[in-house]
């Protein structure tokens, strides 16, 4: 691959409310065309300006992988390659080294799926077990080391709202010991040693939560349904 060393080099800890961004080439629209070409990691600032890290050919298996997540400690982006949804084939999970481009990587056991790292520093990774196929569906929350060793079973929950992939229905206390996950009538507060600490109903809610962002000491963010297709922000 190819890197841009000013970049690369950069002292990623600095980096306070930068994004990573990947940029397929690969990818149509209504009326055109797709057309096969690189793939290229950015850093996107907050104002919008973007700086070139990583560019994979389109051969590259690199290509295809899909960005999960950026550790607290900004040294590291999170990928996986995998199935599609509802499949038993494993699923792969790759780190990647932004200071030095160095990939480690290891498989997931069958439907088992990455969420992202643990916070604040990322020094494991959170996974889910089981698919969510209906609104009584019973989905595990894990956690794994960065070698792929399980390390813990957090807790197994009914009605986790949809897939918590991405950490869009996870959010993490800052200190990482506690992180809630959406479910069907509201959310799930969980401890990251293991175990439900509360359930936290949120009022007329009764198609399910996500977990946005653990917004102050004592307050989730959450968007939440009250009927089908249909969300707000509680």
Not at 183 to 209: F, K, Q, T, Y
């Amino acid at each position: 691959f190819e890197a841009d060393e000013q970049y690369r080099r950069r002292r990623f800890e600095r980096l306070v409310g930068h994004v990573l961004r990947r940029h397929p080439r690969d990818v149509g629209g209504e009326g055109v065309q797709p057309r096969s070409g690189p793939s290229t990691l950015y850093l996107v600032n907050p104002a919008g300006g973007r700086y070139s890290l990583f560019t994979w050919p389109a051969r590259s298996p690199r290509s295809r992988w899909s960005l999960l997540d950026w550790s607290g400690d900004v040294s590291r982006a999170l990928f996986t390659s995998g199935p599609a949804f509802g499949s038993t084939v494993p699923e792969h999970v790759y780190q990647l080294q932004l200071r030095t481009g160095a990939v480690t990587g290891f498989t997931l056991p069958a439907r088992v799926s990455a969420v992202g790292y643990t916070r604040p520093d990322g020094l494991n990774i959170l996974a889910e077990k089981g698919t969510a196929t209906s609104l009584n569906s019973k989905i595990t929350l894990q956690r794994y080391d960065l070698a792929g060793r399980l390390q813990k079973t957090l807790a197994t929950v009914t009605g986790l709202s949809g897939s918590v992939m991405g950490l869009s229905g996870v959010a993490y206390q800052p200190a990482g010991a506690e992180l809630a996950a959406g479910s069907l009538r509201g959310l799930e507060l969980m401890s990251n040693a293991g175990g439900v600490i509360r359930s936290l109903p949120v009022p007329g809610v009764s198609e399910g939560c996500n977990a946005v962002r653990w917004w102050a000491p004592g307050t989730i963010l959450a968007s939440c349904s009250t009927e089908p297709a249909r969300r707000s922000a509680r």
